[in-house]
């Protein structure tokens, strides 16, 4: 038997400062509550609330525009923590845009991560089990794109970025217990591109990772080192739509030297005017 239950609180505000910019500001009021309880391993009863507040500034000089944010928690699980981003575009011509940004991250673990009992498969084996010892993911990401729009009808955009994580959450070992990863490095880009052609519109999406662990150099597990996905949708005359969807992800690791296979997929979709 598993339960659980999130109740949330927010309050923002945004205010223009004219030529000097905008300003948003907001706090955030959060209390988990979960419980399981297993025949075998036990179960857990557990509360916690965060509390949080947040400022950005955001503004344009001529073709460039900027946000800057910081924002505090306070977790009565994990104690505080202050986070930041910066961000800054540049219309360096009609068609093109640069744009770079840093930020930084922090994820408590979730309940699941930190009690969830697992199953036992084997007397004194058992597999998928939180652990309560767990400390929070920290990241630094920083990345830099740029976006090409010939045509209002038509957007093509690349992405480069790098995340480096601090006690990163994984389920990973012999018995795929919760636990983390001191230090991770995770690089990659991603292209895609959107664009219309009378009742058509098409959009695309291709990415490519590569997720290790610092400390020894091995892939992380379970995180796909390519991605494709193409969208294709018709619009009717009557408002009615039809859409098909292509996605593929490639082989990915998994414990014991083993390969999750690669695999595509196919949707369609409609809908009635």
């Not at 979960?34 to 500034?57: I, K």
């Not at 012999?174 to 959009?203: C, H, K, M, P, W």
């Not at 990415?207 to 009717?236: C, H, I, Q, V, Y």
Request: hydrophobic share 40%; glycine share 12%.
């Amino acid at each position: 038997t598993f339960g659980s239950a999130r109740n949330t609180l927010d309050w923002s505000l945004s205010k223009s400062l004219g030529k000097a910019g905008a300003i948003d500001l907001g706090l955030n009021l959060a209390r988990e509550t979960g419980y399981s309880w297993e025949d075998y391993t036990g179960g857990f009863e557990a509360s916690r609330h965060n509390r949080a507040a947040f400022l950005a500034w955001r503004g344009r000089f001529g073709r460039q525009s900027w946000e800057a944010s910081v924002r505090h928690d306070d977790s009565s699980q994990f104690g505080g923590a202050s986070t930041g981003s910066l961000a800054w575009g540049w219309q360096a011509a009609p068609q093109w845009r640069v744009r770079a940004n840093l930020g930084q991250g922090f994820r408590a673990p979730d309940f699941n991560a930190l009690y969830y009992p697992g199953f036992q498969v084997a007397p004194g084996v058992v597999l998928f089990a939180g652990n309560d010892l767990l400390e929070p993911e920290r990241s630094r990401t920083a990345e830099a794109g740029l976006d090409w729009t010939p045509s209002a009808d038509t957007r093509v955009g690349l992405s480069l970025y790098r995340s480096r994580v601090d006690d990163l959450i994984v389920f990973a070992g012999a018995l795929f217990q919760a636990t983390n990863i001191a230090r991770a490095q995770i690089d990659g880009a991603e292209l895609e591109f959107a664009t219309r052609v009378g009742a058509l519109s098409l959009r695309g999406q291709a990415g490519w990772l590569d997720a290790r662990d610092a400390g020894t150099g091995e892939p992380l597990l379970r995180r796909a080192p390519r991605k494709a996905a193409l969208s294709a949708d018709w619009a009717f005359g009557n408002g009615a739509s039809a859409g098909i969807d292509f996605s593929a992800v490639a082989a990915r690791p998994d414990v014991g030297d083993a390969r999750l296979g690669g695999y595509g997929r196919v949707d369609l979709r409609a809908m009635l005017p």
